[in-house]
């Protein structure tokens, strides 16, 4: 048996049997949607818990203050931020932040592969965001964490490659089983999450090209575009497809001829969700 299948009939048998085991997300981004949830919840109460994370703190300020958002008055205390931001857009950007801790590891084999994904994962948040803000009339926020978790099913797929050895020396069978399967462990992750329905959709419905659904954009639409918008003119295979036959574009009104880096302002907004994703 090669290794590519005794590889694969061991994560399916850990799939089926629910033995796989999934991440967790960070206890930081557990805490505050569960205080997000709590309709008594105020801007302070959520000011004092995340305080205690000076780093993720100023970053909400950070974020609070770019030009983004188009604020008028200058942002110079968490709670402010908050109100500024509102509850839920702060639980959205508390649990993108909070996850780049997830994309690391022992081995430097898959640390490198988990960065990198981390690295592409921030900058189809980045377009993601900037395309609901401009083409949709779906929340940025969401549609940024929708890019985040995309490709979330990986994580245990390379775990557990980690843990075997054999696949490591192997990248383009690993790569082919990552392929294969991270959209389906994706969407059992953000279920065991209990993220809402529009983005338990997105790792699965992001990469189904020949997807058709009634009704306005919805946040796997987005991704789509966006991952496809990364490789604008490029040699990449998803810069090569056909892009008039994706109807994800048409959901947006978006022209599948135009790049959207060429078009400035939304270049620069990318540019800009980018740095604030770090």
Same mark, same amino acid.
């Given at each position: 048996?090669?290794?590519?299948?005794?590889?694969?009939?061991?994560?399916?048998? &850990?799939?089926?049997?629910?033995?796989?085991?999934? @991440?967790? %997300?960070?206890?930081?981004?557990?805490?505050? #949607?569960?205080?997000?949830? *709590?309709?008594?919840?105020?801007?302070? +109460? %959520?000011?004092?818990?995340?305080?205690?994370?000076? &780093?993720?703190?100023?970053?909400?300020? +950070?974020?609070?203050?770019? @030009?983004?958002?188009?604020?008028? $008055?200058?942002?110079?205390?968490?709670?402010?931020? /908050?109100?500024?931001?509102?509850?839920?857009?702060?639980?959205?950007?508390?649990?993108?932040?909070?996850?780049?801790?997830?994309?690391?590891?022992?081995?430097?084999?898959? =640390?490198?592969?988990? #960065?990198?994904? !981390?690295?592409?994962?921030?900058?189809?948040?980045?377009?993601?965001?900037?395309?609901?803000?401009?083409?949709?009339?779906? +929340?940025?926020?969401?549609?940024?964490?929708?890019?985040?978790?995309?490709?979330?099913?990986?994580?245990? /797929?390379?775990?557990?490659?980690?843990?075997?050895?054999? %696949?490591?020396?192997?990248?383009?069978?690993?790569?082919? /089983?990552?392929?294969?399967?991270?959209?389906?462990?994706?969407?059992?992750?953000?279920?065991? !999450? *209990?993220?809402? @329905?529009?983005?338990?959709?997105?790792?699965?419905?992001?990469?189904?090209?020949?997807?058709?659904?009634?009704?306005?954009?919805?946040?796997?639409?987005?991704?789509?575009?966006?991952?496809?918008? +990364?490789?604008?003119?490029?040699?990449?295979? %998803?810069?090569?497809? =056909? !892009?008039?036959?994706?109807?994800?574009?048409?959901?947006?009104?978006?022209?599948? *001829? $135009?790049?959207?880096?060429?078009?400035?302002?939304?270049?620069? *907004?990318?540019?800009?969700?980018?740095?604030?994703?770090?």
């Amino acid at each position: 048996m090669s290794v590519e299948q005794q590889f694969l009939d061991e994560l399916l048998d &850990a799939i089926k049997h629910d033995r796989l085991t999934l @991440p967790t %997300l960070p206890e930081v981004a557990l805490r505050v #949607r569960e205080a997000v949830d *709590d309709p008594d919840v105020s801007a302070g +109460k %959520l000011a004092s818990m995340i305080s205690q994370d000076a &780093a993720l703190a100023a970053r909400i300020i +950070k974020v609070a203050n770019s @030009p983004l958002l188009r604020g008028r $008055v200058p942002v110079d205390n968490l709670q402010f931020a /908050i109100t500024r931001l509102g509850l839920t857009f702060v639980r959205n950007l508390v649990t993108g932040l909070a996850m780049q801790q997830m994309f690391q590891a022992t081995s430097d084999v898959v =640390d490198r592969r988990l #960065r990198d994904s !981390w690295q592409n994962s921030t900058e189809i948040a980045s377009i993601s965001q900037v395309l609901a803000q401009h083409y949709t009339k779906l +929340k940025p926020d969401q549609a940024m964490l929708a890019g985040l978790v995309h490709e979330i099913g990986m994580l245990p /797929i390379l775990a557990m490659a980690e843990e075997t050895g054999d %696949l490591l020396n192997h990248p383009d069978i690993l790569n082919r /089983i990552i392929d294969k399967l991270h959209p389906k462990i994706g969407t059992a992750i953000l279920t065991a !999450w *209990d993220f809402p @329905p529009e983005l338990i959709a997105v790792p699965e419905g992001c990469i189904d090209y020949g997807r058709s659904h009634p009704g306005p954009a919805d946040y796997a639409d987005v991704v789509t575009v966006a991952r496809l918008q +990364k490789y604008a003119g490029t040699e990449h295979a %998803l810069g090569q497809m =056909d !892009w008039s036959t994706i109807q994800a574009f048409g959901k947006l009104g978006l022209s599948a *001829d $135009v790049a959207v880096h060429d078009i400035e302002e939304i270049n620069m *907004d990318i540019a800009e969700a980018k740095t604030l994703l770090g």
